[in-house]
């Protein structure tokens, strides 16, 4: 059985920094973060490939950034300069050789 244990989440004022952290069980190929906000669709915010190739959405890009720990079968979301358009629940998303899964979700609120 996969497990994907995220932490990190908060709230924090628009400015702030967060850091969303996402442990996986197990060989892991691609990691990325996606995000839903209230009436949205999901989307991505951040992927990594097994080569520590990444890609942003626009809307995060230069104020995001996305790494991984190969040893810790973690990926981390480091989010800089937050904005209110930055409120949505994140959702890890892990690629296995035996398919794709998801995290529960970790809420992120930006609010003063």
């Known amino acids: 059985q996969v497990q994907l244990v995220e932490s990190g989440g908060g709230l924090v004022q628009p400015g702030g920094s967060l850091r969303l952290s996402c442990a996986a069980s197990g060989a892991i190929l691609g990691m990325g973060w996606y995000r839903q906000a209230p009436g949205k669709q999901r989307e991505l915010v951040a992927g990594?490939?097994?080569?520590?190739?990444?890609n942003y959405a626009d809307s995060v890009k230069d104020r995001f950034t996305i790494t991984r720990d190969n040893a810790k079968n973690t990926v981390y979301l480091q989010m800089n300069s937050l904005k209110s358009e930055d409120t949505a629940v994140y959702y890890c998303?892990?690629?296995?050789?035996?398919?794709?899964?998801w995290g529960q979700g970790t809420q992120v609120t930006v609010s003063s």
């Open positions: 990594i490939s097994p080569g520590d190739s990444t």
């Open positions: 998303r892990v690629v296995k050789p035996t398919g794709v899964y």
